[in-house]
């Protein structure tokens, strides 16, 4: 393996950070990491947000339930999706045509606006490991979405999608064991054998049992399939696709 693969392969959120905040050139490499993701159709339908002003920082930690490392961090980044930079190339070249309106409000549209911003955050992410910084993604931000658009003053068809906190590790946690590959990986055709899934869940489930009890001195022992069952009992964020419209993204 090479540098690169054992960096990936060893990822790990990090929630506790030096008090020292990143360097100017540091925050530069990870933003320049992040542009240099793939894109589809060179439309670049991101947004990146640096907050460096600690009452904003503060305020993001209470929106996103009160997560202290969003708070206490070398610098902490918001990505967006932005289709509002593509309205504007269309009002430089012309009118916003009907076709224009159709295209930014398709839920394809919308599909690309979040693969993008995806594909930027995890490069930013690996830039950062790569400098020897821990990074912790922050989905808590879209709790509240009306009012962290209201706090970093995002336009219609913008919409904060997670946060990202970057800094010095104070400590390393473990690396949590991911699905089994043959849970993920399929070839040629997904696999239609829900007996053979199962199983292979069920076999994941005493490794991540085993992983929360050796972690926790016999404490936890939660189950994968345990705690998706209950994520799933309680519904999230409803309110996600009524604020999508408020912002002009209606997905027709």
Not at 99 to 109: A, G, V
Not at 146 to 170: A, K
Not at 224 to 231: L, N
């Amino acid at each position: 393996m090479n540098d690169t693969i054992n960096l990936l392969l060893n990822h790990r959120s990090i929630r506790s950070y030096l008090d020292k905040p990143l360097t100017e050139e540091q925050i530069s490499i990870i933003v320049q990491s992040a542009q240099a993701a793939a894109t589809s159709s060179y439309v670049q339908a991101y947004s990146i947000i640096g907050i460096k002003d600690q009452e904003i920082k503060d305020k993001l930690a209470e929106l996103s339930g009160d997560q202290a490392y969003v708070a206490k961090n070398g610098h902490f980044f918001v990505f967006c999706m932005d289709l509002h930079r593509l309205e504007l190339a269309a009002e430089i070249e012309g009118e916003l045509t009907a076709e224009i309106e159709q295209s930014l409000n398709s839920t394809e549209m919308f599909m690309i606006g979040l693969i993008d911003t995806g594909l930027a955050a995890q490069n930013a992410a690996v830039a950062a490991e790569s400098m020897g910084l821990g990074i912790c993604y922050i989905g808590g931000l879209r709790n509240k979405l009306h009012e962290v658009s209201s706090l970093l003053g995002t336009p219609n068809r913008v919409i904060p999608l997670f946060g990202l906190s970057v800094g010095y590790p104070t400590n390393l946690s473990d690396t949590k064991p991911r699905l089994p590959i043959a849970n993920v990986y399929h070839e040629d055709r997904y696999n239609p054998n829900p007996d053979q899934l199962k199983e292979q869940l069920h076999q994941y489930d005493r490794t991540i049992s085993d992983y929360y009890s050796a972690r926790t001195n016999g404490a936890r022992n939660d189950r994968w399939t345990e705690s998706m069952s209950k994520q799933l009992q309680r519904p999230k964020r409803l309110y996600l696709k009524q604020f999508l419209k408020e912002n002009k993204i209606p997905l027709d």
